[in-house]
């Protein structure tokens, strides 16, 4: 049901609060509160920059002082605090999504929530979790997307990625994995936005294999256009960076598209075990 029709706009924050009470089950009654502090923070610079830029397009948002933004600021400088393993502007573009769907507290728990579950591998020190799945992906693309798997290897695109070159995609444009800003920020500003929300519907029912159900869904409906483009790392890396904004991505289609690939859980599990053995087996 989800897969197929979404969830309603007016119920969007219940039901993803219900989708995730497992991971939620932290939730302790006026810790927000106790977060809540006007002491200077160590990210309140870059919090505040991305407070006026992650959504400067959206009537909550777009208005300086506005509630809207003082709400993202208070939650980001809350979070902080609560789980002090950084920041970076992803966090930014998410919880604006859950405050357009929540009121403050509610959000900042969803929040809590994905990087507690959906999102765990993504967001901590350690990233062997986040290297062995984009390596697993790889791996499902060359099965499913022959065609456009030669096209990546043979472009610089698809490569086994290690500990040490994931850490240097931040500081390397032209390497940058698309897969790491697609799933870290959970494809906000890259899919259209009705497809965004969407998406946030399916990933937090169904859990973190669906990023992976989405990657090749963007990827098969790209094919013609992909090919299309002149074989360099360039031209595929700004295509997968900047996805096209028409009807190919639009929900409907979009959905239609997932719904045909064939990803579960326990297979995928099989493919993790794979893939850290090889990784585990070459260090």
């Known amino acids: 049901m989800v897969i197929e029709q979404g969830v309603p706009s007016s119920l969007r924050g219940r039901v993803w609060e219900w989708f995730m009470s497992n991971g939620m089950n932290g939730r302790v009654g006026g810790l927000f509160q106790r977060l809540l502090s006007d002491e200077p923070g160590p990210f309140d610079d870059q919090i505040n920059r991305d407070v006026e830029a992650v959504y400067a397009d959206h009537s909550v948002f777009y208005r300086k002082g506005s509630p809207g933004q003082t709400d993202l600021r208070t939650l980001l400088r809350a979070y902080v605090i609560f789980a002090p393993s950084g920041y970076r502007t992803d966090i930014a573009r998410l919880a604006g999504a859950l405050l357009i769907h929540a009121v403050l507290e509610d959000a900042f728990w969803l929040l809590a929530g994905l990087f507690n ?167």
């Open 117 to 283: 579950g959906v999102l765990k591998s993504y967001y901590v020190l350690d990233t062997k979790a986040f290297i062995i799945d984009l390596n697993v992906f790889g791996g499902i693309l060359e099965g499913s997307e022959p065609r456009i798997g030669q096209l990546f290897r043979s472009a610089g695109v698809l490569r086994e990625l290690s500990h040490a070159r994931l850490s240097k995609l931040a500081s390397d444009p032209a390497a940058e994995h698309y897969l790491v800003k697609w799933w870290s920020g959970m494809f906000i500003r890259s899919l259209p936005w009705p497809t965004v929300l969407r998406l946030l519907d399916v990933v937090i029912s169904e859990g973190p294999r669906y990023l992976m159900i989405a990657s090749l869904a963007i990827l098969t409906l790209s094919r013609d256009r992909l090919l299309a483009l002149p074989r360099t790392q360039k031209a595929i890396v700004d295509y997968l960076q900047h996805l096209p904004q028409d009807s190919l991505l639009l929900p409907e289609t979009f959905m239609k598209a997932c719904d045909q690939v064939k990803l579960r859980d326990e297979d995928l599990k099989k493919l993790r075990a794979s893939v850290k053995a090889q990784l585990v087996s070459r260090s």
